[in-house]
Each structure stands twice: as structure tokens, then as C-alpha cells.
């Protein structure tokens, strides 16, 4: 059933299905007349504009559609911080944008609650009690910076597919 949904709105009233029948007042963003619900962490004034998630262990673990991370990057967010991630999910962040960043706990831990800024380019994230350098492989970091996917990279090795194609095309039956 899930697969073959496709509205925002309509994957939302599933989240948790059958693990926790209160998940939905857990989280509201908006109050029942779409007004920011105060009581939502997010929507807190210093969080409200955020950009950058910091979260805990496995982040991600069960989301094997990318619909997981689309949520996150219609909320603004551009990048996620943690300690380790689900692989689907991980995978995911880099096919559609949004930068999943692992550190050790102390490193999160020394970030601090003040404003974090991440420059992907140096591979450092910054904040208040100073600078954490991350890593990342090279090639989803280009991906990244020049805002790629599966199609772009493609269509970049256009000459040598179509170079390909010309020396192994096999003699036509009819």
C-alpha cells in the first residue's frame, strides 16, 4: 500500500502504524487551525529556521523509500548530524541532497546548542565551541557540491555510452 502512495499529507497519517497509536499527537507541527503548535520543539524561535538536524544513533533505520528523506528537505533541512545512520537512508540523503554527516557522540556532544554552520567544501563543521572536521567520500561530496544525481551522472558519460553502443552493436536479424 505504502509504494504506491505518493501524497506528503496522506504518508504522514501512517507514521508509526501499529507501533504507537499516540505517535501523531506526539509530533504535531501545526495546532487543528494550521497555526505552528508552540509546544513542537521545531517550532521553537531559535529552531525555527534551522537548516542543520543533529539527532541520535541509527537515524533513518526502517526508511528504505526516499520519501524519508524528501520530508526532511521540505522542512529545510540540508543537512542531518548523528552518530550513524541507516544504510538505505544514507544512501538516500546523497540521491536527493541532503548532506548526512557522521560524528562520534562527544563530537555532537562539543557541538553545543548554539548555531552550527557546515561548510562541506573544507569538510568542517563549526560552532560555538569551535571546529570538528568530517568526512566524506569524495564522490558524493561532488554530487553534493554540484548538485547531481543518478540522471546528470548519466547523461555526463553520454559520449561514452553512445561510443560504446557503436563499437559492440550486434549485426540486425531479419
Known amino acids: 500500500m505504502y509504494l504506491k502512495i505518493h501524497d506528503y ?8 502504524e501499529g507501533l504507537d497509536p ?12 494550521g497555526a505552528p503548535d508552540p509546544g513542537f520543539v521545531l517550532n ?4 525555527r529556521d534551522s537548516q542543520i538536524l543533529v ?21 529545510g533541512f540540508r543537512a542531518v548530524i548523528a552518530p550513524s545512520f541507516g544504510d538505505i537512508f544514507y544512501s538516500n540523503c546523497f ?21 552550527i554552520r557546515i561548510d562541506l567544501e573544507s569538510q568542517e563543521i563549526t560552532s560555538g ?3 570538528i572536521p568530517f568526512t566524506i567520500d569524495p564522490h558524493k561530496k561532488r554530487i553534493l557540491l554540484e548538485g547531481l ?12 555510452i553512445s561510443d560504446y553502443e557503436r563499437r559492440t552493436r550486434l549485426p540486425s536479424v531479419v
Open 149 to 160: 544525481d543518478d540522471i546528470a551522472l548519466t547523461l555526463r558519460l553520454e559520449d561514452k
Open 95 to 115: 540521491k536527493n541532497g541532503l548532506l548526512p554527516i557522521r560524528l562520534g557522540r562527544d563530537e555532537i556532544d562539543r557541538l553545543g546548542a548554539g548555531t
Open 55 to 75: 539527532t541520535g544513533e541509527n537515524f533513518g533505520c526502517g526508511s528504505s523509500r526516499e520519501h524519508a528523506v524528501w520530508a526532511l528537505l521540505d522542512y
Open 9 to 16: 499529507a496522506e504518508l504522514a497519517t501512517h507514521a508509526m
Open 22 to 33: 499516540d505517535f501523531h499527537s506526539k509530533v504535531k507541527r501545526f495546532d487543528q487551525q
Open 129 to 131: 565551541s569551535g571546529r
Open 44 to 47: 521553537e524561535p531559535r529552531y
